[in-house]
């Protein structure tokens, strides 16, 4: 399968878009009045976690195969 230059431009740009966004809305949910319990870290700030983490692996998973697939294409720099 071949991506052409354009595509991967495309996947650069969302493994970047996801670490713009992603972690501003961590640190918004880590803010939030429901993250905590009596200092004790709530299920709201778990899940919430674990999404922003599974995001950011797949965000950089696809900025990689982005990056990839730019220096795939033969005879461009």
Sequence with gaps: ??????WAVFL????VWTWVIWPR?????YADERSFDGGTPTSFLWV???????????????????????????GKP
């Excluded at 399968?1 to 354009?6: F, L, Q």
Aim: net charge positive; charged share 5%.
């Design 1 to 6: 399968m071949v991506i052409t230059r354009g």
């Design 12 to 15: 650069m740009a969302v493994g």
């Design 25 to 29: 809305f961590g640190l918004a949910i």
């Design 48 to 74: 919430h976690a674990l999404l922003i983490g599974a995001s950011l692996i797949i965000g950089t998973t696809v900025g990689v195969l982005g990056v990839r697939a730019w220096r795939a294409v033969p």
